[in-house]
């Protein structure tokens, strides 16, 4: 029985690893991906991070997202007494959740039992169960009464233990089988080619890239694709891919800057981003709501309200401004003559009145608010519920460094991708089909005809290997690169083929050396040829080269070899 030589082990060593380490690694892991984690959340709190694989939750084992669910609906929280002392009665009631929220110690929204113990918007509270307002703020009360449940959650990483009443706070998916992942062709979704409007240093390009991908990962979406592109001039743009946002969303979170400030007459009191933001309320309806929707003469409007904590120089720039300030009764209540006023990308947004009781305090909590608009109440909420969460996402990220232009948007349906992805499979069957007819009837001879099947099928799944180990996704033009690499593959083997059959006065040794000749050639060719795609319309043929670039290098290195010994096998020479 004849050897095998080290070249084949090496493809079939490369097969091994490819199948069980690099595309299909978590074939046989249970669980569940956690693929993000929401800020400020207790899960967050406790130490979880995205990508970590989700095992148990009280000591209940996760297998999907049926058991999950489940959980959930298991944890349970008592209701305990709450007793809420305003400035002229004392209300009592049992609930899992204090039921209202405050603004300034006002009650601004009252639901469940608090509104059935007679509760009411625009009463001022001054303790809840004997925690003063004068010693504690709402969110420090809310904390010390709202009754809790434990949670033990173990992942693949560590276990992690919290007190909680609220969501957990994880976003979770089935645990993907293979690392290859599919493009916005093939997947649905919106791509931006954007280019900033000044120049910019590399430092600068950075920065930008770090600055788009925070804001869109605050915002919510997930699987984002950013990278750099430079088109064949040397032009620099940056290309954003995702899934999970709608056109619109993609062009106002990076068509604008985001600039956004807070003024007092002509001062600013602060901005937007990390210098003078510590905390954005989200995802907590206790300091993050839409009330008040009210029928208006074009439709319904909503207001939304969050609250938005200060840095110490933040709070001082507002106790400095407003301690010039005088006072004006509006309404029965003490005003500041001035209105805090809030701007985005240079437009006024909102005017806040400003409490009198405020003036040259250096107070760190604030509450923005705004309004949504539509045609019917449901249109309003969501406008609303949409404003509310880019200026959220605006504070927390603070503006991008550079005014952006947007090129070019492009979306494509889920829908849509499904059909591509069909018709793409039907071709390549019928594409493969007609290779191995044309082969069969080109050799009459299975001992040829297998191997060079065997060795195409491993080419393309080293292909897609390698796309998976750096993270390339596959899309349309991707795929067209695929197919050009086999095309050339199978050129490469029938060549070898035809140079083994024939020129007997020399030894299979030479003739193979002489094919190998024509295959580097060829090799040569097409590299330098798939060199200028790579920036080709701003790196949006890229996918095309890379993969073409990717199959022609794997065969030369380690099929077409493995190719050449095997010929060497079966004509026993």
């Keep these: 029985m004849a050897k095998l030589t080290w070249k084949i082990w090496l493809l079939i060593f490369l097969l091994i690893i490819f199948t069980f380490v690099i595309i299909n690694p978590n074939a046989f892991t249970k669980g569940l991906l956690i693929k993000e984690v929401e800020e400020n959340s207790p899960s ?54 204090l039921d209202f929220f405050l603004e300034n110690n006002s009650i601004v929204k009252v639901y469940g039992k608090a509104l059935s113990a007679g509760l009411r918007e625009g009463m001022v509270v001054q ?141 600013t009191v602060f901005v937007g981003g990390r210098r003078d933001i ?43 401004i407003t301690s010039r300030l005088s006072e004006n009764v509006t309404e029965g209540r003490r005003y500041l003559n001035e209105t805090l006023d809030l701007y985005l990308d240079d437009k006024l947004v909102d005017e806040l009145l400003i409490d009198a009781d405020l003036k040259g305090k250096e107070t760190t909590e604030v509450a923005v608010t705004g309004t949504g608009i539509g045609k019917t109440r449901e249109e ?30 492009d979306t494509v349906s889920p829908l849509l991708g499904k059909q591509f992805m069909r018709s793409i499979l039907i071709a390549a069957i019928a594409a493969f089909l007609s290779v191995i007819l044309i082969i069969y009837l080109r050799y009459r001879n299975v001992k040829f005809f297998i191997p060079v099947i065997i060795v195409l099928l491993s080419e393309i799944y080293l292909i897609l290997g390698i796309a998976a180990l750096i993270k390339w996704n596959i899309d349309l033009p991707s795929i067209a690169g695929i197919i050009a690499a086999i095309g050339t593959g199978v050129d490469d083997q029938i060549v070898m083929l035809d140079e083994s059959r024939a020129l007997k006065q020399y030894s ?34 890229r996918g095309f080269a890379v993969t073409t670039l990717i199959g022609i290098t794997v065969g030369v290195l380690v099929t077409r070899p493995a190719f050449a010994d095997i010929l060497k096998l079966l004509t026993k020479e």
Aim: charged residues 30%.
């Design 44 to 97: 967050a709190i406790a130490g979880l991070k995205k990508g970590e694989i989700l095992k148990e939750i009280n000591e209940r084992k996760i297998e999907n997202l049926q058991d999950y669910y489940e959980v959930l609906e298991k944890i349970k929280v008592e209701p305990i007494k709450i007793i809420v002392i305003t400035e002229n009665k004392t209300f009592i009631y049992e609930s899992k959740t």
């Design 127 to 267: 303790s809840i169960n004997n925690y003063s307002l004068k010693d504690y703020n709402f969110e420090e009360i809310k904390q010390k009464i709202e009754p809790k449940v434990k949670i033990r959650i173990k992942t693949n990483k560590q276990e992690y233990f919290f007190l909680t009443s609220e969501n957990l706070g994880l976003v979770l998916s089935e645990i993907p089988k293979t690392r290859i992942v599919t493009g916005l062709d093939l997947q649905g979704g919106s791509r931006a080619l954007i280019k900033p409007k000044e120049k910019i240093t590399e430092q600068e390009y950075e920065s930008l890239l770090q600055t788009i991908s925070y804001r869109l990962n605050v915002y919510g979406i997930t699987d984002i694709n950013i990278r750099k592109a430079r088109d064949i001039l040397g032009e620099n743009y940056i290309v954003i891919e995702l899934a999970g946002a709608t056109p619109k969303e993609l062009q106002e979170l990076v068509g604008k800057q985001g600039k956004f400030e807070a003024k007092i007459g002509n001062e």
């Design 278 to 320: 510590t905390f954005v309320c989200r995802n907590d309806a206790s300091c993050a709501f839409i009330h008040e929707c009210i029928k208006i003469q074009e439709g319904y409007a909503c207001r939304f309200n969050f609250a938005v904590h200060l840095s110490a120089e933040a709070a001082k720039r507002h106790a400095n």
């Design 380 to 409: 309003a909420f969501r406008s609303a519920e949409e404003s509310m969460k880019k200026l959220q996402t605006i504070l927390i990220t603070g503006s991008l460094p550079v005014k952006l232009e947007v090129i070019k948007l």
């Design 508 to 541: 299979l040794k030479e003739r193979l050396k002489r094919a190998f000749f024509i295959i580097f050639g060829a090799y040569a060719t097409t590299f330098v040829a798939m060199l200028p795609l790579m920036w080709a319309g701003a790196g949006l043929l």
